[in-house]
């Protein structure tokens, strides 16, 4: 099934870049935010990586997330869960999290507080909020779905030597920006660059790819950084490792393990 | 030199006039370069602890210093659909103005909340849906209720009235976001009412206003000087020289201001006002032109002999004014600064003016409409030296001296007693109108929710983590429930209430459970959790990033500096009685800075005052070279400074900027009276030795200058009781009283001091 699901993948990806590299500009701006959306939150069937973030304010002063997410699809575009244990801060040692993402209604997640031993169900609708305080959103981590703004390819431009179309997305449906930028690489439609814009037409968060590396001929943005340049503060992402098609069970991603980490997944 | 100063004037009027002129229009060509400062927070120089510290705070928690609050009632309560649909809709239009920050702007349709449900948790924006049945309404009143952080913030205890925050950029002006806010809520319309409150309001309204106000009424009270000088002097040529001398040092000083690149501030708006009333000396010139042309009947001579006769007690009444001003430079405020040393220059600009354009005027005036005027006055006033009332009224201080001593005596102590009742006090709020719509939204919306000023305490230690400790949490919390005893003390806001807002909704929202956990993961766990479900800032907003520091908002239903320095000692007596060795509080806020501000400015101002006071005493007894009548001279400055002051302390009226303004005010007229009168009188005496003769000449003569200096001056302030800000009605009366005062202090008192002493006091030499 695995197996099949990837060969999907590539096709679909190799018609687009086929299409792309023969008719130039005529790939359709909403074929290529569907492209880097596959690319970017659905690539491999399965993910684990040890994440660490960094919280930096605008004096400097950081606060630190060290996790290791592990992530499966169950198709593409569709379903995911994801399960999330943090090494640090260390007064939070062994709290896990777990969301249920669903293409079409809000998240279910859970969170295990060790001191107190429990398990809590979140039913959230609070995709533009935080993510643990940092300047990413929810959404920004599992991505919004791209038939959710209409898309206009504004030119092409290089970014860090990498040329990339530069698409201008506009939601339809409820958002927490009024315009998005993004510079996709037209080889691996990763977003190098994104703006987003606030209710002012102002921008205010700006993220960046700024390393990406392969694993099993997957690239992964291994450094990123999203800023909010109207309060200065930041937040800078490294991917210390990154594993994809790991063949995680379905069954860790269950109260069970949130209660007891499946150690040989977060080592 | 001053007699060659005049004298080439009499003799090139034409040369002195055109001079005059260009000079005037060289400083009139730096108007357009104006800037304007309406920050009352300017006051203090950036490097002050108060500012440096609250801006420290301002970045250690994420906070904005200037925020809107919009209150919204409805008398039928806000949880109704309507209602609800207006907040979302007006606080979608309220992002979009330029100016306020976005991320940060607070009301029901931002704030996240955690609502327990059966299954679990819910964390959604308050306002996410618009509940539309009756049940869902109920829902939201219970999630409102429960939550202790939303209560008296987005819902008052009645459920009336609701309110969005508006943290706004530093640089936004407070008033036009408020214009567009008035604009929105005008769409939105009834039948729920909006109120408008929070310093960057009042600020920059205030700012405006006071812009307008000074620009309306200093022409005003120009006006109503010209028509008071006209009946007095029934010469236009005479009005125009006056006002004249009056608009050239306005243009001069505040030319030089704006030329220097210094901003036009609070303080130095009010200089056209005080060059105005100092300008009225050059009546005295004026009066004595009359009484001498009159004798000599012929001008040339009439104006030489006015000018040999008057330059010298000009000269020091200018000089001690002049000084008087400058000597606020000697304190630590910028602005007062500012405005003492530009009033000062503007002093010496008028004393210019009077021994050259003043002579130069008088000189190219017709003698027949001198005399027209003069065949007027001799009507109206009586006959020969036309000055019989008064006359009387010097012998009467003569002959009842005792009387008069005695009673100036008691009303001094009486004043001493009541400046010593005098209240401290500064609310900025208060400087409009109480039927203002500044004042009464802050009023309705200190009584509806937890109260429009705010204060900072920062708990603040070395150690990371401290404030995650339980044991700190219960220390903030027994804090709070102190701070608020204060019955203006509206709402009080620490991490311990959102810890013990989690401990209770992850206990399946049992009341049991309000409290702060035992352990310190536990506490640490809460929070994590609450960076996960909520704004971070709203973390933020009460601790820092490392743990080290965590802040008590405490929100005040009154603007008042008096509350704030309560809750300062307040802190101090906790501190005091359970101490902790790790940690310490420090103020901060609005509220603190207003506090810090008032009394620096305040006392500051004082000390400037009490210093120039000093000076001028010199200066006195310097230009008598002699103490006593220097001491003498001074007397009716100090009793009108002392009665005035009394009175304050008497009425119960707090003590704030506008009033210690006014004693800078009494400094420059009270003394020219002074000066004016003992000068003349010991001119007087050169000629007839005679001490109770020239004291009732002096009384009559130059006394009627006083006495027309006083009216014009007193006529040009009473015209600010018809302002729409305090502090001007505030200024507008007691001038007029302060005028009244220091000219029967100088009629009255001062002649029957000087003949109880006359057996001490030496009346030939002197100068």
């Known amino acids: 099934m695995r197996y099949r699901k990837a060969l999907i993948m590539t096709l679909a990806l190799g018609t687009i870049w086929t299409r792309a590299s023969f008719s130039g500009d005529a790939l359709a701006p909403g074929e290529i935010v569907r492209a880097c959306y596959a690319r970017f939150y659905y690539a491999g069937d399965d993910m684990k990586a040890r994440i660490l973030m960094k919280l930096i304010d605008k004096g400097g002063q950081e606060r630190i997330r060290d996790l290791t997410m592990l992530r499966k699809n169950s198709a593409e575009g569709g379903e995911q869960k994801y399960f999330i244990y943090f090494h640090q801060p260390a007064d939070v040692k062994d709290t896990t999290f777990m969301v249920y993402k669903y293409p079409d209604k809000d998240d279910d997640r859970w969170l295990f507080i060790p001191a107190i031993d429990l398990v809590k169900r979140i039913a959230a609708n609070d995709k533009f909020s935080s993510f643990v305080g940092s300047d990413f959103t929810y959404e920004d981590i599992s991505g919004r779905k791209p038939e959710e703004d209409t898309h206009t390819l504004l030119r092409e431009e290089d970014v860090d030597g990498r040329s990339c179309f530069v698409v201008e997305s506009v939601p339809q449906e409820r958002s927490a920006y009024t315009k998005r930028v993004s510079w996709i690489d037209k080889e691996n439609f990763l977003p190098l660059k994104e703006e987003f814009y606030d209710k002012q037409n102002e921008l205010y968060r700006r993220f960046e790819a700024l390393e990406v590396k392969e694993d099993n001929g997957i690239p992964t943005a291994t450094k990123r950084v999203m800023q909010n340049v109207k309060t200065g503060h930041r937040t800078e992402v490294t991917f210390q490792e990154v594993e994809y098609n790991a063949g995680i069970g379905d069954d860790i991603f269950s109260e069970r393990y949130l209660r007891r980490p499946p150690l040989q997944w977060i080592e | ?767």
């Open chain 2, 1 to 767: 030199m001053i007699k060659r100063i005049f004298g080439f004037s009499v003799e090139h009027t034409r040369l002195v006039i055109l001079l005059t002129l260009i000079v005037t229009c060289l400083f009139l060509w730096q108007f357009p370069k104006i800037k304007v400062d309406t920050d009352p927070k300017h006051m203090l120089p950036t490097t002050s602890p108060v500012r440096v510290y609250n801006d420290e705070v301002d970045r250690l928690f994420s906070l904005h210093a200037d925020t809107i609050v919009l209150g919204i009632s409805n008398k039928e309560g806000i949880i109704n659909t309507d209602t609800l649909k207006k907040v979302a809709l007006i606080t979608q239009s309220i992002l979009k103005i330029k100016g306020v920050i976005t991320q940060d702007l607070l009301s029901l349709s931002t704030v996240n909340d955690v609502i327990v449900k059966e299954d679990g948790l819910q964390v959604r924006p308050l306002l996410d849906q618009i509940p539309e049945t009756k049940d869902e309404l109920e829902t939201m009143r219970k999630v409102l209720y429960e939550n202790p952080m939303l209560v008296d913030r987005f819902i008052s205890k009645d459920g009336k009235t609701t309110a969005v925050y508006i943290p706004i950029e530093p640089a936004a002006n407070g008033k036009a976001v408020a214009d567009l806010v008035r604009k929105i809520v005008k769409e939105a319309g009834p039948p729920e009412e909006y109120y408008l409150a929070g310093d960057p309001i009042a600020r920059d309204t205030f700012g405006s206003q006071m812009f307008k106000q000074m620009g309306l009424f200093s022409p005003v009270s120009g006006m109503v000087m010209c028509v008071a000088l006209f009946l007095m002097f029934r010469n236009y040529a005479l009005v125009f020289t006056n006002m004249g001398v009056a608009m050239i040092s306005i243009f001069w000083s505040l030319g030089l201001l704006i030329g220097m690149g210094f901003p036009v501030h609070i303080m130095s708006s009010m200089m056209p006002v005080f060059l105005m009333a100092i300008s009225t000396d050059t009546v005295h010139i004026f009066n004595e032109f009359y009484f001498r042309f009159r004798e000599v009947k012929d001008k040339r001579r009439a104006v030489l002999e006015t000018m040999n006769t008057v330059a010298q007690p000009v000269f020091y009444s200018d000089l001690t004014t002049a000084v008087g001003f400058a000597s606020l430079a000697t304190g630590a405020i910028v602005p007062v600064k500012v405005f003492g040393l530009f009033v000062a220059f503007g002093t010496f600009v008028i004393l210019l003016m009077s021994y050259t354009f003043v002579p130069a005027i008088l000189m190219v005036m017709k003698e027949s409409t001198i005399q027209k005027a003069l065949g007027r006055e001799d009507i109206k006033e009586g006959k020969a030296q036309g000055m019989t009332w008064l006359v009387k009224l010097g012998g009467l201080s003569l002959s009842r001296r005792s009387v008069i001593l005695k009673t100036g005596l008691i009303l001094i102590i009486f004043s001493v007693i009541g400046i010593s009742r005098i209240h401290v006090n500064n609310n900025m709020v208060s400087w409009f109108k109480a039927e203002s719509e500044i004042r009464r939204s802050d009023k309705i919306l200190n009584k509806e929710l937890g109260g429009t000023s705010l204060a900072y305490f920062v708990l603040d230690s070395d150690k990371e983590d401290f404030i995650k400790e339980p044991s700190t949490l219960r220390y903030m919390e027994t804090l709070q429930r102190r701070l608020e005893q204060n019955p203006l003390v509206g709402k009080t806001t620490s991490v311990a209430d959102y810890v013990k807002h989690i401990n209770r909704v992850l206990h399946q929202n049992d009341p049991k459970f309000e409290v702060i956990p035992g352990s310190k993961d536990e506490v640490a766990q809460y929070l994590f959790l609450m960076e996960m479900s909520a704004r971070p800032n709203d973390l933020n907003n009460v601790v820092d990033y490392p743990f080290k520091r965590a802040n008590i908002w405490v929100q005040l239903k009154s603007w008042d500096a008096g509350v704030m320095r309560e809750l300062v000692q307040a802190v101090q007596k906790y501190t005091l009685d359970r101490p902790l060795p790790e940690a310490k509080f420090k103020p901060a806020g609005i509220a603190y800075f207003n506090m810090v501000w008032n009394d620096e400015v305040l006392w500051g101002m004082v000390s400037s005052f009490l210093a120039s006071l000093v000076l001028v005493l010199g200066l006195l007894i310097f230009e008598y070279r002699s103490l006593k009548w220097g001491i003498i001279s001074f007397i009716p400055l100090l009793a009108t400074i002392v009665i005035i002051y009394g009175m304050v302390g008497w009425i119960g009226k707090d003590f704030d900027m506008p009033i210690s303004v006014l004693s800078t005010l009494s400094l420059g007229m009270a003394i020219d009276f002074a000066i004016h009168f003992v000068s003349r009188l010991k001119q007087r005496y050169q000629e007839i030795p005679d001490v109770e003769d020239a004291l009732a000449w002096t009384v009559g003569r130059p006394g009627k200058g006083i006495i027309r200096n006083a009216v014009l001056f007193a006529l040009g302030f009473a015209v600010m009781m018809f302002a729409s800000l305090t502090p001007y009605i505030t200024v507008g009366i007691f001038m007029a009283l302060i005028m009244i005062l220091s000219s029967v202090a100088t009629l009255i008192y001062l002649p029957a001091l000087i003949i109880h002493f006359k057996e001490s006091l030496s009346f030939k030499g002197g100068r």
